[in-house]
């Protein structure tokens, strides 16, 4: 079964010192409010990756860890890049592509953003491609055609089962940062219903119910268990409401006894809205 992925990026934040102690924490309540149905990521910055999936593993602790952004070269003249061999020799499994920060900041386009795709599989890295839409787009109503476009650039030219790895998550711009405002779950759950049909159109239904969805902008301990409640999300790409690792364990343990009560899934998708 397909777990819920629940996880955060640091973004610019934490010195070594303070990685060290959100890993402690971590080590002492993550595996048991995780419980069996949630798989936790962290993104931290590139200088304190091999650090913190060292101490992870070492101390037993079942959470994937990423990096924040990658070259989509291997090797060469890239002042101040770093390669997905780099992050991969660092320990990491994910790489974060595609943020709107990277967008908006570093001018990143969709064509970036595939070659970037295809470097991180070459170095068996699982790509979280962030999607989203701007307020405008959602004014306009054509949030699920800008989102979708996103997507089918970021996959083009992969096999089938490269596509099944990849991670997807929709981040509206309008929801994402200190002043954002949460998407609703019927909103949210709008977008990923027309992501994964659009996967279903292009890949089939397996390979479609295989990608990962996830929801990210604002994500909150009043939001998450109706996010989650949503047939076609997930899980959840949390940002500031996890950056203390005791608010990212009581997150994850909120899902967890939701899905407890709820009898733990027979399936993937039976997760109706309410």
Known sequence: MKKIMIGTSWKMNKTLQQAIDYCEVLASQLNDSAGAFIQPFVIPPFTLIREVTERLRRQGVDCLTGAQNIHYADAGAWTGEVSAAMVADCGATLVELGHS????????????????????????????????????????????????????????GLSPT??????????????????????????????????????????????????????????????????????????????????????????IQSVSAMLDEQGALSTDHDRAMS
Request: charged share 20%; with cysteine; proline share 3%.
């Open 101 to 156: 920060e990277r967008r908006h900041f570093f001018a990143e386009n969709d064509a970036d953003i595939n070659k970037k795709v295809h470097s991180a599989l070459r170095h068996n890295l699982r790509p979280l491609v962030c999607v989203g839409d701007s307020l405008q787009e959602k004014e306009w109503g054509v949030s699920s055609e800008s989102v979708i476009r996103q997507m089918k650039i970021a996959l083009a």
């Open 162 to 251: 490269q596509v099944a790895s990849v991670i997807i998550a929709y981040e509206p711009v309008w929801a994402i940062g200190e002043g954002g405002t949460p998407a609703s779950a019927e909103e949210a759950q709008a977008v990923h219903h027309a992501l994964r049909q659009a996967l279903i159109a292009r890949y089939g239904s397996q390979i479609a119910q295989s990608v990962t969805l996830l929801y990210g902008g604002s994500v909150n301990p009043q939001n998450t268990r109706q996010l989650i409640r949503c047939a076609d999300i997930d899980g959840l790409f949390i940002g500031r409401a996890a950056w203390l690792a005791a608010d990212f364990c009581q997150l």
